[in-house]
Nanobody
Framework: QVQLVESGGGSVQAGGSLRLSCEAS????????MAWFRQAPGKDRQFVGV????????YLTDSVKGRFTISRDNAKDTVYLQMNNLKPEDTAVYYC???????????????????WGQGTQVTVSS
């Protein structure tokens, strides 16, 4: 069974950077699409981006393009979310998730993801 553990969250000032890690079990990140979502208090879980299983291409939602990047280290079975130029509106709990369907498309709904980590809090102050 796939397990995901996020780390790297914290509190930063606007303009700062953080790198989140999502460590998976069972040779997951090279075989399945991995996604990052975030959820702010009182809001729905929001898609942030994915790194696809077939080739490792990435896709990010418009609000974070140019500031966030997703990468993976297959040997460590870990996916990263590098977040630069953070803004207060980036404050949320960040989750990684895996899509076990091996779909070739970009799936942005949380309903398409099978396994989730516990989340890590990111707080950006102005």
């Amino acid at each position: 069974q796939v397990q995901l553990v996020e780390s790297g969250g914290g509190s930063v000032q606007a303009g700062g950077s953080l790198r989140l890690s999502c460590e998976a079990s069972g040779r997951t990140v090279s075989r399945y699409t991995m996604a990052w979502f975030r959820q702010a208090p009182g809001k729905d879980r929001q898609f942030v981006g994915v790194i696809r299983w077939n080739g490792g291409s990435t896709y990010l939602t418009d609000s974070v393009k140019g500031r966030f990047t997703i990468s993976r280290d297959n040997a460590k079975d870990t996916v990263y979310l590098q977040m630069n130029n953070l803004k207060p509106e980036d404050t949320a709990v960040y989750y990684c998730a895996t899509d076990l369907s091996r779909s070739l498309g970009i799936r942005t709904s949380p309903d398409n993801y099978d396994t989730w980590g516990q989340g890590t809090q990111v707080t950006v102050s102005s």
